[in-house]
């Protein structure tokens, strides 16, 4: 009879470590996070308003829940991953400028999906509740939503007039 050769504490924590390398590299490649990191590096020094333990949906519908740190300034957007899953996936800084914004519904919730300019096929979609957030941080630079817009006198959902 053939048993299985045992392993010890050691070569277990090894191949554990190994196996979640690879497949949270295999991740960042699935969502396009690593590609939108290699466009979007952050520079360090992020010093605005952030969320921790957000979910965001990436394509494919694949996405990152509750392990998403969102963050927002007057000068862009910020993306990290909760540093336990953080391989492959660096911080993300993207300017204002290079974000455009649409409103979705799914299965009834609202959600905001974001198109940076250099990586337009690469969604990213979080409730329109955390939307309100960053658009509070990004103050006058928040770069609007595209398909809904406000018309002068017109409410939004947070009661705010044009």
Known sequence: MYSLPSIGANEFAIFFIVLWII???LISRLTGWARMAGHYPDMGGFSGKKWRFQTITTR?????RGSVNVGAD?????????????FGHPPIFVPWRDITITE?????IKLLELR????????????AKL????AGA???NWPGIKSVRRAK????RAGRRA
């Open 23 to 25: 497949v949270h590299f």
């Open 104 to 108: 979705k519904k799914i299965f009834k």
């Open 60 to 64: 494919r519908g694949m996405g990152y």
């Open 131 to 134: 939307g309100d957030r960053l």
């Open 153 to 156: 006198g017109v409410e939004d």
């Open 116 to 127: 940076f300019r250099k990586t337009e096929n690469l969604p990213v979609r979080f409730t």
């Open 138 to 140: 990004a103050g006058s």
């Open 74 to 86: 007057a000068r862009g957007l910020y993306l990290s991953v909760f540093f336990l899953f953080r």
